[in-house]
């Protein structure tokens, strides 16, 4: 009988054990996650859940049943140790598994401040698993002090989530401004303001040069335009970087993560990859996606393609961010745009659309569902629309999808 191992008991671990059952395997499935908890969502873990809005069993993607109904057997808070290719085993810390297929759903690591600076003092936080944020909670309470580093997605959300519970936040970014990775200016000029309206004290074009401390905790950061803030913990979101120590001692190739063909195989066989970990062919060349639904979709057809269906992956990214009472959908990748169009929506709604000269290729909306979804069709359709159109708040949406 086949054994199907998976490694990271995540969203794309979860998502591959289940398609594999509803897909009709009936050989051994074991899926290893190095958390004690069951596979959980992870976004809403800056958000409601750190909030205290969502208690911990609504974070699980299944309840525990639906593993043992599932013949799947979970190994969790138990860390792989070795992987050895060659004989088709993985090593636990007393126990060896055999394997036929090894699926690596190992996400992603976040980027930590160095010990030189201060970064393993008492109080310094990464958003990143439930530890971190049970860890980080109580010290989100009203008067409190914080200094967030980064103004990426992951730092501007946790900072809306303690400006909501009454903390003085403090947010530094190194780059000119906020989301310069990965948005236009527009809307960073769009957060900016948002966050400026709560009280969050954003600081641009400066970074963080040291921590310091009292007795292990920290008390304070020296900035590197010399300003020091005083503060009583600090929340560091400075980028992640995909998982792939254990796919490095099982020998595949890595390449911005670890490298996959259409199907979701690695230079191994017998050894797949998916999520956050995997980079894979992309309209001509080679992406890594950072996302939920990348990780569901892409684990779904490694499940298949195990099972020998020879499909490709034909990804259609898309992601969400939410900030006060502003839900961010983004539709599509902007790499390459050559301007920005916007489209006033209805209230304070509104959406930047990217064009590469004529062509669409994403789109921003805030608190415009439905602007997020015609972009969205044209965008999976290989469509484009006429930009004057779009900014025409007097043009129907719906009439853009027959153009």
Not at 287 to 297: G, K, M, Q, T
């Amino acid at each position: 009988m086949s054994h199907i191992v998976v490694i990271g008991a995540g969203q794309a671990g979860s998502s591959l054990v289940a398609k594999l059952r509803k897909d009709g395997f009936d050989g051994e499935i074991t899926l290893i996650g190095a958390e004690p908890n069951l596979p959980y969502q992870r976004p809403p873990l800056s958000k409601g859940y750190l909030l205290g809005e969502m208690a911990l069993e609504r974070l699980f993607l299944r309840p525990e049943s639906f593993y043992a109904d599932n013949n799947i057997t979970l190994k969790l808070g138990q860390p792989v140790t070795a992987i050895d290719a060659a004989t088709k085993t993985v090593t636990l810390a007393d126990e060896v598994i055999s394997y036929d297929h090894l699926a690596l759903t190992t996400g992603s690591d976040p980027r930590r401040l160095p010990a030189s600076i201060g970064g393993d003092l008492d109080g310094v936080f990464v958003v990143r698993g439930l530890a971190d944020v049970d860890a980080m909670a109580p010290m989100v309470t009203e008067g409190a002090r914080t200094l967030i580093v980064g103004g990426g997605y992951i730092g501007l959300e946790a900072a809306a989530v303690c400006a909501k519970r009454g903390v003085q936040v403090t947010l530094v970014e190194m780059a000119d401004r906020i989301l310069q990775r990965v948005a236009a200016p527009e809307t960073s000029d769009y957060f900016r303001t948002l966050h400026g309206g709560h009280g969050v004290d954003i600081r641009e074009g400066v970074g963080l040069d040291r921590l310091v401390g009292e007795n292990g905790k920290v008390t304070g950061a020296v900035l590197t335009d010399g300003s020091e803030v005083t503060v009583d913990f600090v929340v560091v979101g400075v980028g992640i970087a995909p998982a792939t120590h254990l796919a490095e001692m099982a020998g595949v190739t890595l390449n911005n993560g670890i490298e996959t063909n259409a199907q979701g195989g690695t230079s191994d066989p017998a050894i797949w990859a998916a999520g956050d970990c995997a980079s894979f062919p992309y309209q001509g060349g080679r992406i890594r996606l950072e996302s939920v639904p990348n990780a569901i979709d892409q684990a779904e057809l490694v499940a298949q393609s195990i099972m020998g269906a020879g499909k490709e992956y034909v990804a259609k990214p898309w992601f969400w961010s939410d900030q006060y009472d502003v839900k961010l959908q983004i539709a599509g990748l902007n790499t390459g745009y050559t301007h920005v169009v916007t489209r006033p929506g209805e209230g304070q709604s509104v959406s930047y659309w990217y064009f590469k000269d004529a062509q669409l290729l994403a789109v921003d909306a805030m608190n415009d569902p439905r602007a997020y979804m015609v972009g969205k069709r044209l965008i999976d359709m290989g469509k484009t629309c006429d930009a004057q159109a779009v900014a025409d708040p007097e043009t129907e949406l719906k009439s853009l999808l027959k153009a």
